[in-house]
């Protein structure tokens, strides 16, 4: 930021440095010099003073020069000319016989950022490598980093490599981890510095010299490398154990992130290493630094998915303190739902219930919706809580409790009757949105329960001409067909009032279409309209969810230790798995009707979630999802398919194929094989009622499958397309499809293996007995076979030939995998 | 790797910057300060992202302290690197204040300089810095006549000259060399504890967290011996003796110390370096040693006149000659309280309705052990309900109490050796920095029919606010000199 009157600043700085009587006073000259730095560090621009400056450099007081150096390196790339000027001054510091003033010069001299001047650089530090002062060593090599990251396309100096492997030898520690940051910034094309099997031991050999910086750093060079056998692995293990339970958290986490990557092959061990790491964790959730609390906290909720149980007799270390910052008691809040078992959720929710009247909204609706959570499995004593908070009659508070209900309704349905009860005349209080949102929703489903609901809505549809949100206005039409639905005779009226004002008078699209929409259907018949609105009122299926089985390590390994687990909302798992967030309510009350409309959501949704966790796409199925994009495409169930029809027809289907040779797309006259290759290898870890539900929702039918776990993992399942884009034509096809994770190389199918999608559905019940000793066999091979990425095939077979159709399907199959994938 | 690192005070002024790698321009600073002051809330998050930018900061001294970084680094060491760098200016230029940074800025980026090169933590220790930092540090310490005080008539020593100044320790270290060798080393034994005190007066949970500081201003420091209690045992399934033995669960040193004389004799030993370092941490938690330092009984209930009624009686059980000092108790009230009038015992205390966190804050500067205070508290509170009774609570309470430490840690003897050729000085100080201290005191029995039906309950939180630096304007004592 300008100062005013920064010029005369300027101008005035310049008369004094230039003034002679000034320069031979050593302690006025430098107090000058002083005020420049200032009058730069407080955003003055006094690039003027280059000249200046550059005399004030070639003085024997250390402290002047420091501060002329601080200025020189902040203006340098202004003036490239003048700045060759500062050279010779500081190569003939290079030669001072002061240890300290050759490696200010040195680092200096690197630090102007100059490509003009590297010509002169390369020499003085050649010989800072081999000086006899450490302090000139460390600079030296970094210097190099330095120059070679100004110059990125020049070519690598060979003998320079060299000397700087050499120097990993150097008795002083923090050379040789310098020599490995220069090595991995001069080597980065290459892939970083070589950690081959001598110089992993030589640097685990040496990291109790090293402080807990240097340490760090080798441990996460170290990361890279692989031993050769279990012994080296086991020896490796033992030594860094120290280091796994030290009480400086960025060693701790820096070992336990090296001991995850040599442990991937050893899941036991990584648990084990987990379970150890636990002591320091604590210690560092309770350091003095919030900071260093916070990110503690978060690596904590990592390690939760993995080990449950790893926190539990700790919960009351993550109580809330009084004066905590909001961000700290969030995470606790979300860390505490994680901890709550049989024995401890009294004093859980007592605890949480302190939290709800918290002053800081977002803290209290974290904890209300925290409470909701803990009232999937102890839903008695969460709906006494919350239907107490609605007794507070305060805005946020009331809103905040009555989507938490709606959440809880959809996971549990048999508490529909007490929140029903409870939601009761809260309207009046609830303002925003959301809240509104979720209100009516409430009322929709379960309006034949709940006795003043024409009331209510009457309410709310005498007020919809002032209603701001569109969300608001569409739920309010659901819900008033729906009563309408139940309960004719009061609603009619309204109902006949209110699609008058949405046809007549609205101007949003969205509205006036969904009650134009309504109107049609109305007109079709009670029992039509009612087949469209009576949907399901929870998901049941998502109820098996609620005991998330463990995580194997590897799936959140790669961002342990980085700054990922700190962003707010990166650990969102839970509430994407379960139907809590409220999007996932409004695509689930409209089955069929406007099917594209969620698609495209769901698009969004998880391409979002495939670039947020890093995984690949491959590039053909990347291409589909724009072609799907542009080209609406409907899927549906109906006609459905009976299993044995199924078979029929892909083993029909088969045949003709095994006729033709396994080819990559082979077109018929009537149909399309096609075979591709998603690149999502959790996806078999799933349980079966979530690939389902998950399915379904975007009305893909699963008729078989093999239980999670196994290899290799077959999953059968069918659809109907319908295209939008041509509905004069309005052909629909019909498409069957197998998911296959063999676990390896993608092999020649075999030719048994279509026999298998029956016999699994009817021997189910037998495999599931098995299930439990193949897991323990498979879970070996499982992460070792899970280090190479490996695909899942898809094969499909379309009836008739629509290759659009097939594109977009196979979009829409692959985001559905990719969003289970990231989620378990 | 760390890209650049700047200072900014809580306006958002640049104290200091510097770019490390040139990788991105210096208008991150700017932006960083723009999503500092767009969020709401007390705190914004630690972690924020700006394209490939991520800064992270820490907040100490009413300063951002934030550094900018790529996603891959690890956090953990980021943020005790700026812990460290915090501590390192502290010690350098004797407290950590806007305007200490500021006067010292030529200090803090040689700092800078020799503690990061190209992004890369070089060192942070004190002893090794020590050689190249050559600026001297501006005191920004006015002069104060108290310092006076401490001279006795005709130079003659004083009862005061065995009590250190409460700001003797907040010096820089380097100055040391100027003031004719005076060379002084402080040991602080600082707890903060947590607890919890249900609504039936049962103890709910305890957790006391502890340390042991040393700053050191000698210059060339030989080897130190701490002399802890003799009864000092570590672990819960120890057999305890008799007498007061003090007992810990967790106990973790500093990798300086060296404990072949800890297992017989429970003596430290260590060769300090220049600056302040935590020598000893211990935690013990699930088990107070001795009762909680205060017990707060309540009554709340509505008058007539629609008015809620907090009648409020807090009893410090604290031996008689040691005291409490800023106590201060915040009372969480219904949203929309108005108009706060107050009835305190004794005119030093203060009582004031914080509209914006919704409580009512009772202060009391010193609170001596053995008595007892109590105050009532009326609250006008527009659209009462009986609902309204359970956002009053929980209560905190925040103190700081001088030289007793929960645990019963003691400190024997403080002895260097071998003996220094100069004057050296010893203090040592105790205090328990009781910081987060939940005490949840329910009604108890009332006859009350009000309350019963409202089913309120109340927890009142002992705690002692995080500030960086604690002060015992009386504690400190010097033992040898």
Known sequence: MPYIGSEDTVRDLRRVLSNPNVQSDQLRYRNTILKVIRAMSQGVDVSGLFSEMVKACATVDIVQKKLVYVFLCSYATLNPELSLLVINTLRKDCQDPNPMVRSLALRNMTNLRLPSLVEYVEQPLTAGLRDRAACVRRVAVLGWAKLHNLQTNSEIDAAVVNELYSLLRDPDPVVMVNCLRALEEILREEGGVAINKPITHHLLNRLKECDIWGQCEVLRILQRYRPQSEDELFNILSLLDVSLISPHPPVMAATLSLFLSLCSGLPAVGLAALERVRGPLLAACGNTSREMQFTALCHIQLLLRSLPGLMGEHYKRFFCGYAEPAYIKQRKIEVLVELVNDDNVAILLDELRGYCTDVNISTAHAAISAIGRIGRSYSDKCLEILTELLGLKQEHITSAVVQTMRDLVWVCPQCSRTVCSAVEGCEAEIQDSQGRHALLWLLGVYGEQVSSVPYTLEVFIDGVRSEASVGVKMELLTATVRLFLCRPAETQDMLGRLLHYCIEEETNMCVSDQALLYYRLLHCGIEETRKVLQCRRSDPSLGVLIGRPAEPINQWSYIFNTLEPLRPGAIETESATIGGSPEHMTFDPKPNNDLSDTLSYSFGKTVRSVTDTALQCTDSSSDALTASVSAPLSLSLSPALSPEEFEDLWLQQQALHVEQGPEKIKAEENYVYMEEHVQCPTIFRCSPQSLQAAMQLVNIQTLAFTPPHTLPWRVYLYTNTQNKHSADTCHGTLILGELLYTGEEIQKKSKDEENVGVEARQDKREEEREEDTAEGRSEKERVKKNTAEKGIKVTLKQQPRDEKALKGFLSVLTTVLHALSSEK | ?481
């Open chain 2, 1 to 481: 790797m760390i890209s650049q690192v700047f200072i900014l005070s809580s306006q958002g002024d640049h104290l200091i910057y510097k770019d490390f790698r040139g990788e991105a321009g210096s208008d991150v600073v700017n932006l960083f300060y723009e999503k500092v002051t767009a969020l709401t809330g007390d705190q914004p998050p630690v972690v924020m992202r700006h394209k490939d930018v991520h800064f992270v900061h820490v907040r100490q001294g009413g300063l951002y302290w934030v550094a900018t970084t790529t996603a891959d680094t690890s956090p953990f060491t980021i943020i005790e690197f700026l812990n460290r760098l915090t501590a390192l200016v502290k010690d350098y230029c004797g407290s950590l204040s806007e305007r200490s940074v500021q006067m010292n800025f030529a200090l803090i980026y040689e700092l800078l300089d020799e503690v990061v090169d190209y992004g890369y933590i070089q060192t942070t220790s004190s002893d090794i810095l020590k050689n190249f930092i050559q600026t001297e540090a501006v005191s920004s310490k006015p002069f104060s006549l108290f310092d006076l005080s401490n001279v006795g008539l005709f130079g003659a020593e004083t009862q005061q000259s065995k009590v250190a100044p409460s700001s003797a320790a907040t010096r820089p270290i380097q100055s040391s060399r100027d003031q004719g060798g005076k060379s002084e080393i402080f040991v602080d034994v600082i707890e903060r504890m947590l607890v919890v005190i249900g609504s039936n007066g049962v103890l709910m949970k305890a957790d006391i967290e502890g340390e042991i500081k040393v700053k050191c201003y000698m210059p060339t420091c030989s080897e130190m011996r701490i002399g802890l209690n003799e009864e000092f045992s570590i672990g819960k399934s120890q057999l305890r003796g008799y007498g007061a033995a003090v007992r810990v669960d967790e106990c973790s040193f500093h990798q300086a110390v060296r404990l072949d004389e800890f297992d017989s004799l429970r003596i430290l030993r260590l060769c300090p370096s220049q600056g302040e370092q935590t020598v000893m941490q211990y935690q013990l938690s699930d088990d107070l040693p001795s009762a909680p330092p205060f017990r707060l009984f309540p009554t709340i209930e509505r008058d007539n006149g629609g008015r809620l009624l907090m009648y409020m009686k807090l009893r410090c059980d604290l031996p008689p000659k040691s005291a409490g000092i800023n106590v201060s108790a915040t009372i969480p009230v219904p949203k929309g309280s108005v108009s706060l009038s107050q009835e305190l015992s004794s005119p030093d205390q203060s009582a004031e309705l914080q509209p914006q966190s919704r409580a009512v804050v009772w202060k009391i500067p010193r609170f001596p052990g053995g008595t007892q205070l109590s105050a009532l508290f009326k609250l006008e509170v527009p659209g009462f309900s009986s609902a309204s009774m359970l956002e009053v609570g929980p209560v905190s309470l925040s103190f700081e109490l001088p030289k007793i430490t929960a645990t019963g840690l003691q400190i024997r003897f403080l002895r260097l050796s071998p003996f220094q050729p100069g004057p050296a000085q010893r203090w040592v100080r105790f205090g328990m920095r009781t910081f987060d201290s939940d005490h949840e005191v329910g009604p108890g029995p009332s006859e009350d029919p009000v309350q019963d039906c409202f089913h309120w309950w109340i927890h009142c939180l002992l705690y002692l606010s995080q500030q960086d630096d604690v002060c015992w304007t009386e504690s400190v004592c010097c033992l040898t000199s």
